[in-house]
């Protein structure tokens, strides 16, 4: 047994009871929270180890409902066209890159951007990966690369109809291997069918994608309406909307995440209410595609569960945070708008839609996971329940993660990555990643 004491630290429990509790221990009790309780009140002993938070911000990890750990190696790229629209900048960029990923790539670009999740305090992610050159056995190495790090990860392969009808199924195939491997006690690893757009999936496809998740009760993971180009290519080919296509295969359901849905219209948020299908938003990425905002706003009217991704544009959900609220105040054109709706994407949402996977994650509470960040933060003025969040947006955002601890493990501890050699992961990173250059 292991226990590690957090002492005397400023607790956010944040989830649904929501407290900041002054001067509070953690003990955590292998990959439990065991106990909180006021500094001093209990006798220290038999433990492993205690970590002094005196004037720290001890919290739930960060979660990232969408993003592409494959990206890492789109940084500082030059040999690109440039584009004109969205779907240029999927045959310029993304599709480029991502063809001529070898396994290794996957594994070192997955490594990389876990380590910088780790750094900003991300602990638990919702990945989306496509490498149709070395697709056979990829999320292994994800999975592995995950594994190494300490981090819970819940993660997909991207099926297209893009690269041919063989490799649309040699990716339905790596996913149900996948899914077919986890160990449904694994409380790290989980696993979706991944999908990349409606207008790089065929029918057939999409009906054989319906097919797997239904007979292995999982949901799916796809890019939904993210430009109006997808929009408009299911009006064209299908005569229906994208949403109402996905419906149609049985893609849709309260274990599927949409990502985007920038251009979905007022039925389609109605079915993916009644669906019980979670939406990801990823506003940066939206704004640097240029193509469009989603209006959160709406769609949590419609109570539709929303949450935060990043599309793989930063490691920060915190930086993910304030630009979607100032996005939405902007196209809005209103200067209070955002800040709740996102705000409780990030907070409340993210955890909801993770813990349709994993449980008992994203709050500091008797009996969950121990997925805890502590921050050094100070500030200039009161810190409480109800100005929590405003510390959020505009404080706690520029607060260093000092130290990361998933599973009642510490993965980053004063900075340092612990369960890697952080120097030679990224070294071995640019040397593939020049190869990988070399090769477009
Ligand atoms: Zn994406």
Known sequence: MS??????????????????????????????IKDIYPTGSKNDLFLTKTID??????????????????????RGISKISPAKNFNEILSNLWWKLDSSLT????????????????????????????????????????KKACQNLGIRACLCYEVSNRSGDVIAQLGLE???????????????????MGLHASFTLSDETLKK????????????????????????????????RVVERLEKFNILGNKTICAHCTHINDEEMKILKDTDTAVALNHQSNMNNAVGISDIKKMMDYDILVGLGTDAMT???LEELRASIWIQRLTSDNPTAGFM????????????????????????????????????????????????????????????????????????EKRKILLVDELTVFSEAQIVSKKLWDRL
């Open 174 to 192: 790596e996913n149900k291997n996948f899914l077919e491997s986890l160990d449904p006690q694994d409380k790290m690893i989980k696993g979706l």
């Open 53 to 74: 938070a005196e004037n720290k911000i001890v919290m739930p990890g960060f979660i990232n409902v969408h993003t592409h750990f494959y990206s890492a190696f789109a």
């Open 315 to 317: 490691a920060d959900m």
């Open 209 to 240: 994608a319906g097919e797997i998740t239904k007979a292995l009760k999982v949901g799916c993971h796809i890019h939904t309406a993210e430009a109006k180009s997808d929009q408009e290519h299911a009006q064209k080919n299908y005569r229906m």
């Open 341 to 412: 709706e996102c705000t409780k994407a990030l907070v409340n949402n993210n955890a909801h839609i993770a813990n349709r996977y994993f449980a008992n994650i994203g709050e500091i509470k008797k009996g969950y996971q121990a997925d805890v960040i502590i921050l050094d933060y100070s500030s200039p003025t009161s810190l409480n329940k109800d100005s929590f969040l405003g510390h959020l947006v505009f404080g706690l955002c520029n607060a260093l993660v000092e130290t990361t601890i998933v599973a009642g493990k510490i993965v980053m």
């Open 3 to 32: 226990q590690l004491l957090i002492k005397n630290a400023t607790v956010v429990t944040l989830g649904a009871s929501n407290k900041i509790l002054f001067h509070h221990d953690l003990l955590i009790e292998n990959d439990l």
């Open 103 to 142: 396994l290794e790539d996957t594994k070192l670009s997955a490594m990389t951007s876990i380590i910088d999740g780790i750094k900003k305090g991300t602990t638990t992610v919702i990945d989306h990966h496509a490498s149709p050159m070395e697709l056979s056995g990829s999320l292994d190495e994800i």
